[in-house]
T-cell receptor, first 115, second 113 residues
Framework: GAGVSQTPSNKVTEKGKYVELRCDPISGHTALYWYRQSLGQGPEFLIYFQGTGAADDSGLPNDRFFAVRPEGSVSTLKIQRTERGDSAVYLC?????????????FGSGTRLTVV | GQQLNQSPQSMFIQEGEDVSMNCTSSSIFNTWLWYKQDPGEGPVLLIALYKAGELTSNGRLTAQFGITRKDSFLNISASIPSDVGIYFCAGPDYGGSQGNLIFGKGTKLSVKP
């Protein structure tokens, strides 16, 4: 597609449930990034993929968070046993390679609300 | 760790006025990036700066990479209503990978027509 597509755009879930957030990057972009943006804050880095492998997962807050990119294109961010503090907008971005000029394109995000 | 501090936190200006905002850090950055985020959208890159002292323009926007490498400025001339949004500075976390950007908390710009 023309841009980075994220689905769903909104997700409401109950505390303790499992959720999956999907990111479809720009075709041909080998690098993919997940960020989390809480209300009134800037985006915070979660994980970076180069191809199928996670090049840097140092931003994942704990082991309830996991992300995969099995074929080097679509990525899924998975959150187990959700907590109210996980409520945020989850942003995905992609770029050609691991772009040294930081030419990322962000998607519109998934707004996750844990009630 | 590295942190970016943006000021002002918010601005209310009249259409046609010039705007100036800045971003500072206690540590050195070798790249400064300025993004704009509209409600319900992801951030969009406006300007990227790669060299200390660099001054770069993008239409009515001008950004500068501070000589100390610990600050950057963004100016918007002759503001228009579509300039409304949140402006973020960002830079790479050199403790992390190439994919890891640190963002400031943003400057929220409101423009009165």
């Amino acid at each position: 597609g023309a841009g980075v597509s994220q689905t769903p755009s909104n997700k409401v879930t109950e505390k303790g449930k499992y959720v999956e957030l999907r990111c479809d990057p720009i075709s041909g972009h080998t690098a993919l990034y997940w960020y989390r943006q809480s209300l009134g804050q800037g985006p915070e880095f979660l994980i970076y993929f180069q191809g199928t492998g996670a090049a840097d997962d140092s931003g994942l807050p704990n082991d309830r968070f996991f992300a995969v990119r099995p074929e080097g294109s679509v990525s899924t961010l998975k959150i187990q046993r959700t907590e109210r503090g996980d409520s945020a907008v989850y942003l995905c971005a992609s770029s050609l390679r691991g772009s040294s000029n930081y030419g990322y394109t962000f998607g519109s995000g998934t707004r996750l609300t844990v009630v | 760790g590295q942190q970016l501090n943006q000021s002002p936190q918010s601005m209310f200006i009249q259409e046609g006025e010039d705007v100036s905002m800045n971003c500072t850090s206690s540590s050195i950055f070798n790249t400064w990036l300025w993004y704009k985020q509209d409600p319900g959208e992801g951030p969009v890159l406006l300007i990227a700066l790669y060299k200390a002292g660099e001054l770069t323009s993008n239409g009515r926007l001008t950004a500068q990479f501070g000589i100390t490498r610990k600050d950057s400025f963004l100016n918007i001339s002759a503001s228009i209503p579509s300039d409304v949004g949140i402006y973020f500075c960002a830079g790479p976390d050199y403790g992390g990978s190439q994919g890891n950007l640190i963002f400031g908390k943003g400057t929220k710009l409101s423009v009165k027509p």
